[in-house]
């Protein structure tokens, strides 16, 4: 449902959890495809990338359900259902469900992230990725060291031409801020299951992190800061102290929760940037 399409398709790249990155070309070519599929049950595979010029583009990811009820899943590996790389459009990451009692273990990932590409075409979107949990049970286990990835393809982009676009991430559900931490950058996704949360400081860094569901609000009490190319997306934000945006990016989703509340100081250094980015 998210193909970017096959001959002459720009090599956009697919769409899923979060929509592909448009192509090169123009319209209707250049289109990349879009999200479809449920974030609290996803079960479709991901959706191949465009072709362009006689290339393929790459394969959407699989889809993983695990159930496991009433147990303990402990993850010391990768459970992966990744949109293939390709020279062109990038494929969109695929669907991982699991059910579980408790999870622990150390050095995880959970990931469906897009498909990268090695030239100026569309990178693939993330997918989707619903992880249950017995919340009562998890918060008496110490935080695993678990990584979720469900972000958008890798690829190049160059601001002077149509195309290379970046694709958006995937969404993660989850059904509490269990695994939510002052310092994040372990979770790569838009999240859904719940649309606040407050924290006493907030670092954002190396990672895409969002609240996906509507009139979504954090709260921070004291300082946030975004670095490392680390991207904050939000309906509202409220800062008791003060932000700093370092090579980073901050999105304030349309609607009518669209807010951002500062108590202290914005300390910008952004290269060539100047501002938060408002979409």
């Excluded at 993983?64 to 494929?91: F, K, P, R």
């Amino acid at each position: 449902p998210g193909g970017a399409g096959t001959a002459n398709a720009s090599g956009c790249g697919g769409g899923h959890g979060g929509r592909g990155g448009d192509g090169a070309g123009t319209a209707p070519q250049n289109i990349a495809g879009n999200r479809y599929d449920l974030t609290n049950a996803p079960w479709m595979p991901g959706s191949g990338g465009g072709a362009y010029s006689g290339n393929n583009g790459g394969h959407g990811g699989g889809a993983i359900w695990l159930d496991a009820t009433g147990a303990t899943l402990t993850l010391h590996g990768t459970i992966t259902a990744n949109g293939q790389n390709a020279a062109y459009g990038g494929g969109s990451g695929g669907a991982i469900y699991i059910n579980c009692q408790s999870i622990t273990g150390t050095g995880g990932v959970i990931s469906a992230k897009g498909g990268n590409t090695t030239s100026r075409s569309g990178m693939g979107g993330g997918g989707r990725v619903a992880l249950y949990y017995n919340t009562s049970t998890q918060a008496l286990i110490p935080r695993p060291s678990i990584r979720f990835d469900v972000g958008p393809g890798l690829g190049l982009f160059d601001s002077s031409q149509v195309g290379g676009a970046v694709g958006e991430p995937g969404s993660l559900y989850l059904p509490d801020r269990y695994f939510l931490t002052n310092n994040m950058a372990s979770i790569n996704a838009r999240i859904y299951g719940f649309n606040t949360w407050s924290v006493d400081n907030l670092t954002v860094s190396n990672c895409w992190f969002e609240l996906g569901e509507e009139n979504s609000q954090i709260t921070v009490t004291n300082d946030l800061v975004i670095s490392g190319l680390g991207r904050l997306g939000v309906n509202r934000i409220t800062c008791g102290g003060n932000m700093q945006i370092a090579t980073g990016t901050v999105y304030l989703y349309s609607g009518y929760w669209k807010r951002l509340h500062m108590y202290g100081r914005v300390i910008r250094d952004w290269g060539t940037n100047s501002a938060p980015i408002l979409t």
